[in-house]
């Protein structure tokens, strides 16, 4: 072991021995657990706590921590409630996620751990976000990201490094190298010498460190630390070894057995009790012993009590309610009354100007946003009057800026991402899906994030800029997800969304940016999302559609009005939450359905409409449920093919076998 490069306290000392024997104690007796069938998985950190108790010990409490799978010692170094630690890993009722995440998977924001997710790396843009949230209100605080070696081959690794170097954040990246990516040994894992040599091709400082000293790793953490505040990200390189397997189950027959010997004799625990010995801090083994029956009752006692804690039970309704908060609208007064002709870009840069300019918390995000405005020229203007600190140029990265929203609403900004086109959303799709939706319901406090996306076809503009991924994200509880087809409903409902506690997705059709126009207030109307409307009264049968599909049936029902044929229209406006009860109105008067959609016919938002339709208004139907919708294949770049690939091509002949039948 080094020697600590400021000098500490015997008493200090002691503490650090205690702090990582902690850890160890309770591990063993986890494993016990697991073999008692009392637990489901463990994952082990045996040989590793130096890293974690060291990087506590380095930061101030107010510095953020994003761990993964090993770093028990750090939720024991920052002195976690123990009861409801292990009543996590028991899933029972005080667990911090009540039951419903287990092992590491939770955070704590009043000790300022975030979370984990099992997908590796996704943590570390959020870590981006944190230090964001940090460098905007100058409130002096770090964020510090771990990962293992085998999370270093993940995009969101390299997206959220290349983003905080280019940011100049004040984050940490901890990569805990122990050798193996759960089997697979490093040299089948990355090409350079070492891990740290990354650190140099994005701009970052870069560390290598003994992760089994945790003197060496308290001075790297410290040092870091001062780096990461005067415009230098880190990252460290902890070189250690995993004494067990990824977990139990999976064992270590595939470690060569010197490996172990090697690495056992840099055992942290035993390498700081030896340096205590030579300093003539502890004498004998005594005194370890009286140290290992107090380091025992601080946990024995909450793990007894753990065990015999509540198991959590079903209730339909709190699940339910786990999955959003609350909406609290702004309460608004339009007093100057002034209204003026807006296209819907138009309106959609109106409702941004207008939360902007309400609330310094908004800042929006995305690719060519700043002085170039948006390749829609939504934000055109907006770096001149709001600044490039709430107007952020990110470089080409879906994943990362999504991730590091969730950071930045974690501290209570309200994250605006726009993707250039809704296509390029897959590339976000973990975050979005995995991350962000399952938030509350996991253990976070509600978070603030809109996530714009131009999307649809009819511009000539091919298979990789004209899709409509909307109905991708319904089958995913926690995400709210908005499609306006009117100017008037591009300007509120964007405008709701903003200030909409939960996740939403706003997606805006770039055919009718420019297409359509209507004369709306100069004033924003919040209203709860999951509304649907009655666009136009009918009573020979029902197009239930949204988006441009209003638009369609608009024209058709039109064409229909002089041969005495009423069409009703109803525009869902929102997917999640999906207004039913409208629908089942419409259904209920009508007698015949239409279900209009752009996104092809598998799989689209209208096959899940058809099936609550058939459960629940089989009785009101005259005729069977009819869909029109586009082909099942990619979008054609010739307008001539792409006219028919769309479904308003085959609108007025599937509306005639309808009303036909």
């Known amino acids: 072991m080094i020697q600590p490069q400021k000098k500490i306290t015997d008493q200090q000392a002691l503490e650090y021995y205690k702090n990582l024997l902690l850890p160890r104690r309770i591990e063993e007796r986890m494993l016990k657990l697991l073999r008692q069938n009392k637990i489901s998985k463990w994952f082990s950190g045996m040989g590793q706590e130096a890293i974690s108790v060291g990087t506590v010990t380095a930061l101030a409490d107010d510095d953020y921590l994003l761990p993964m799978h090993r770093n028990l010692g750090l939720f024991t170094t920052r002195e976690v409630d123990l009861y409801r630690l292990f009543c996590q890993w028991l899933g029972k009722t005080d667990g911090f996620t009540?039951?419903?995440?287990?092992?590491?998977?939770?955070?704590?924001?009043?000790?300022?751990?975030?979370?984990m997710i099992s997908h590796l790396a996704a943590t570390m843009p959020v870590a981006d976000g944190l230090g964001l949230a940090s460098q905007l209100r100058d409130s002096g605080?770090?964020?510090?990201s771990f990962c293992g070696d085998g999370a270093t081959s993940e995009g969101e690794f390299h997206e959220a490094l290349n983003l905080a170097a280019v940011w100049e954040l004040p984050v940490i990246f901890m990569i805990e190298?122990?050798?193996?990516?759960?089997?697979?040994?490093t040299n089948e894992q990355y090409a350079c010498d070492?891990?740290?040599d990354r650190a140099r091709g994005y701009g970052l400082k870069g560390m290598q460190v003994d992760g089994n000293d945790i003197f060496a790793v308290v001075e790297a953490v410290t040092e870091a630390k001062e780096a990461a505040l005067n415009g230098a990200p880190t990252l460290i390189e902890a070189k250690t070894f995993r004494m067990r397997g990824h977990e139990e189950a999976s064992g270590t027959f595939y470690v060569p057995d010197e490996k172990f010997e090697n690495w056992g004799e840099k055992d942290p625990i035993d390498r700081m009790a030896k340096w205590l010995k030579k300093q003539n801090i502890i004498s004998g083994d005594d005194e370890f012993e009286a140290i290992q029956e107090e380091v025992d009752q601080i946990f024995l006692p909450e793990l007894e009590k753990a065990l015999n804690a509540e198991e959590p039970t079903f209730d339909l309704q709190e699940e339910r309610n786990r999955l959003f908060t609350a909406v609290e609208l702004p309460q608004k007064q339009n007093t100057n009354g002034s209204e003026s002709e807006k296209r819907m870009v138009d309106a959609i840069q109106f409702s941004l100007r207008e939360a902007f300019e309400e609330d310094d918390e908004f800042v929006i995000m995305g690719q060519d946003i700043a002085e170039y405005g948006g390749v829609f020229k939504v934000t055109e203007g907006f770096v001149e009057q709001f600044g490039k600190e709430r107007?952020?140029?990110?470089?080409?990265?879906e994943a990362g800026a999504l991730g590091c929203a969730v950071g930045l609403a974690l501290e209570g900004f309200k994250p605006v991402v726009e993707m250039q086109f809704a296509d390029f959303i897959s590339c976000g799709f973990n975050q979005i899906v995995n991350n962000i939706a399952k938030s509350q319901y996991r253990w976070m406090p509600p978070i603030n994030i809109t996530i714009r996306a131009p999307h649809g076809a009819g511009v000539g503009a091919g298979p990789f800029h004209s899709q409509s991924p909307e109905g991708w994200f319904m089958q995913h509880p926690g995400l709210k997800i908005v499609v306006p087809s009117s100017v008037e409903d591009a300007q509120n409902l964007l405008y709701s969304a903003l200030y909409d506690p939960n996740p939403v997705l706003v997606f805006e059709h770039k055919k009718l940016y420019r297409s359509i126009r209507s004369v709306t207030p100069d004033f924003c109307t919040p209203e709860e999302l999951g509304k649907a409307k009655i666009k136009r009264e009918g009573t020979d049968a029902s197009v239930i559609t949204y988006g441009m599909g209003v638009h369609w049936a608009r024209d058709i029902a039109e064409q229909y009005e002089d041969d005495g044929v009423k069409i009703e229209i109803v525009d869902l406006r929102t997917l999640a939450p999906l207004d039913f009860d409208t629908v089942k109105k419409s259904v209920e008067k009508t007698n015949?359905?239409?279900?209009?959609?752009?996104?092809?016919k598998?799989?689209?938002p209208m096959s899940e409409l058809s099936s609550l339709i058939s459960e629940q208004c089989f009785k009101a139907l005259d005729a069977p449920i009819m869909r029109c919708s586009s082909l099942d294949m990619p979008v054609p770049f010739?307008?001539?093919?792409?006219?028919?690939y769309l479904a308003d091509s085959r609108l007025k002949e599937t509306l005639e076998k309808l009303l036909a039948y």
Do not use: W
């Open 194 to 196: 070492d891990l740290v």
């Open 592 to 600: 015949k359905v239409l279900l209009l959609q752009e996104p092809s």
């Open 602 to 604: 598998t799989m689209g």
């Open 98 to 115: 009540q039951g419903h995440d287990r092992s590491f998977h939770f955070g704590i924001p009043e000790k300022r751990i975030v979370g």
């Open 177 to 185: 190298n122990n050798g193996y990516g759960l089997s697979t040994p």
């Open 391 to 397: 107007v952020r140029n990110t470089p080409i990265i």
């Open 638 to 644: 010739s307008p001539k093919l792409e006219k028919h």
């Open 141 to 144: 605080f770090v964020a510090c």
